[in-house]
């Protein structure tokens, strides 16, 4: 079993749906949570950070993370054309630990 | 967010020749940068981790003498891609930790670096 989870995708969604983007993970030592957004033939960019478990809300997007399922997600509200990317989960045991990555889903939405 | 620059954006080389790439961080000091290698529709692969003015770290499996790190100052990582073959052919990536960010553990990314080894 992979570290962290993520399902590939692609995930198509309408101009204004509500994205649910998640990832598993098995090392339950993991205390960082990150997500990415990365545009085609571009370097990842931090969306939202959050410690521990417990939500986090930064304007249409919102991480969660369960850490006694080993599970986080992010939602996209009101999703726009310009949220197509991919979105990278990422994940580490210390603050100055080596991320671990999932592999990404790649998102469309289509206006 | 701190700003991490990465150069070149793109570069094509023949076979057996060695290309470098650079990262620098803009707005703020590093003392670990990293760098990573992304093949299409594959996760981010941790490479190697960047201490200025030691030896570099190197993840199992990366050859250390086909990837040079260099880590001279605390703003400039290079990664070296040393007698370069088709294989080598893939996105490579370098970030950095910035000691002023809001919350420590974040890292920020380069805009990364696509090597084609012809």
Redesign the interface.
């Known amino acids: 079993q992979k570290e962290v989870e993520q399902d590939p995708g692609p995930l198509s969604v309408p101009e204004g749906a509500i994205v649910s983007l998640n990832c598993t993970y098995s090392n339950s030592a993991f205390q960082y949570f990150m997500w990415y957004r990365q545009y085609s033939r571009k370097g990842p960019e931090l969306l939202m950070y959050t410690y521990s478990s417990g939500n986090k809300e930064d304007g249409r997007f919102t991480a969660q993370v369960d850490k006694s399922s080993k599970y986080i997600s992010l939602f996209i509200r009101d999703s726009q054309p310009s949220d197509s990317a991919t979105y990278l989960c990422a994940m580490s045991e210390g603050s100055q630990g080596n991320l671990i990555f999932g592999k990404g889903t790649k998102l469309s939405v289509k206006p | ?1 701190a700003v ?1 620059s ?1 150069h070149p954006s793109w570069v094509i080389c023949k076979s057996g020749t060695s290309v470098k790439i650079e990262c620098r961080s803009l707005d703020f000091q590093a003392t ?1 940068m ?1 760098w990573y290698r992304q093949f299409p ?4 692969m ?1 490479m190697a ?1 960047s201490n200025e003015g030691s030896k570099a770290t190197y993840e199992q499996g990366v050859e250390k003498d086909k990837f040079l790190i260099n880590h001279a100052s605390l703003t400039l990582s290079t990664l070296t891609v040393t007698s370069a073959h088709p294989e080598d052919s893939s ?1 490579y ?1 370098c ?1 950095a ?1 910035s000691g002023r960010a809001r ?10 670096s ?1 090597l084609t080894v012809l």
Not at chain 2, 41 to 44: D, E, N, V
């Open positions: 967010g991490v990465q670990t990293f529709k594959q996760s981010l941790l981790t996105f990536i970030s930790r919350s420590t553990g974040e890292l920020f990314f380069g805009e990364g696509r």
